[in-house]
């Protein structure tokens, strides 16, 4: 098998990660992470002038075409970089939707915006005792006339303080936990009755807490079957995972790379402490674990087009508990070694580890995919 870049997939590499490594030089991060929309405005426009926000469409949709590994690339960057813009959330998340459950038209019209920038887009399935399961949806969606009317609460909601639109799960029938009967609208947060709080996450990065108040939407809002929504947001949910993979391996990357260079550094008795035996050997633990992971993110990107559900199911949760684990173990370990300093916020890799921990959590935690594999067994 070919692990090699095409030239199209080395530009966008290079691309991307000229664009996000000027950007996002720790000293410059931290104003980013400190101004009121918590991401900067004008790297929003860069990406979407490269293309990177029409990536992952097809061109008959308005898109680049570009696929898991495209996806990929990018998220590794955004990783290594520890960049804010909500790109996952926007193009992978809500577009993702649009992209298993849009009809042709409603692709056209919104894509188009997508890919411009006009429009960030945040995915709000998360309920207060829904906890990784997508159909745990108590949120209500009734007829009304040709719309809807929307009744519920949604948390967690990454990226949705700063949303242009949200993509929401609603249940048109049966009860909670039953995977028909979901359907997913595109809610507007100007609406009458849309109540959304921001605040900011463990690893500084915006979110909020949705209600919706008898929330009044018209038939163009329904994307897809108004029955059937489970079925696109497990694939999404899926999709999702191939792409945190390969963000965690951007994070990683880096904690073994300060984490190495500090060792080196640092000295202690008069020599460095990389000198010392028993730190030589975490850090080859901290490389192996790094292999491992990079390994995974790339079976995972190779699996997120697979057609049968079931098998991207397994592949995704074997990848999720590999990410999960060794992000645990490198992340620990770089904070050990770096000593005091490492639990600063002063110095970066403590920033990388908080981004780990929230990877690790994002579609269920290496310890949830663990026992559901176990499970099948």
């Avoid at 860069?46 to 898109?63: C, I, N, R, T």
């Avoid at 402490?273 to 995972?300: K, N, T, W």
């Amino acid at each position: 098998m070919d692990f090699d870049f095409s030239d199209e997939q080395t530009l966008i590499a290079e691309s991307v990660g000229r664009l996000l490594g000027d950007a996002y030089a720790f000293e410059k991060r931290k104003v980013i992470l400190a101004s009121s929309q918590g991401y900067s405005e004008e790297v929003w426009a860069q990406l979407a002038e490269l293309g990177l926000l029409a990536l992952p469409f097809s061109e008959e949709d308005g898109g680049i075409g570009g696929g898991p590994v495209e996806t990929m690339i990018v998220m590794e960057t955004i990783g290594r970089t520890l960049a804010l813009e909500p790109w996952f959330e926007t193009a992978v998340l809500g577009g993702g939707v649009l992209r298993n459950a849009g009809s042709p038209e409603q692709r056209g019209e919104l894509i188009e915006e997508v890919a411009a920038g006009a429009m960030k887009l945040a995915l709000a399935t998360t309920e207060r005792h829904s906890r990784y399961d997508l159909a745990q949806v108590e949120t209500r969606a009734v007829r009304d006339g040709e719309g809807w009317r929307l009744s519920g609460a949604k948390g967690v909601v990454a990226r949705g303080d700063v949303a242009d639109r949200f993509v929401v799960s609603a249940r048109t029938a049966g009860g909670s936990g039953d995977e028909a009967g979901i359907g997913l609208f595109l809610v507007d947060p100007s609406a009458a009755g849309v109540t959304r709080r921001g605040y900011r996450m463990q690893d500084g990065r915006g979110a909020c807490e949705l209600s919706l108040e008898n929330v009044a939407v018209g038939p163009q809002a329904l994307l897809g079957d108004p029955e059937a929504g489970h079925v696109a947001l497990a694939r999404v949910a899926d999709e999702a995972i191939a792409a945190l993979a390969a963000e965690a391996v951007g994070v990683m990357e880096t904690m073994q790379a300060l984490t190495l260079a500090y060792i080196k550094e640092r000295k202690q008795f008069g020599r460095a402490i990389g000198d010392f035996q028993v730190l030589q050997h975490r850090a080859a633990e901290m490389f192996v674990a790094l292999e491992q992971a990079r390994s995974m993110a790339i079976y995972a990107a190779s699996m997120a087009d697979e057609a049968d559900a079931t098998e991207l199911r397994r592949a995704m949760a074997m990848t999720k508990v590999m990410i999960g684990q060794s992000g645990r173990l490198i992340g620990e370990s770089a904070i050990q070694m770096h000593g005091g300093v490492g639990m600063t916020a002063e110095y970066a890799i403590g920033h990388y580890f908080k981004r780990m921990t929230m990877i690790d959590i994002a579609f269920g935690d290496a310890g949830y995919h663990l026992q559901n594999l176990a499970e099948e067994r």
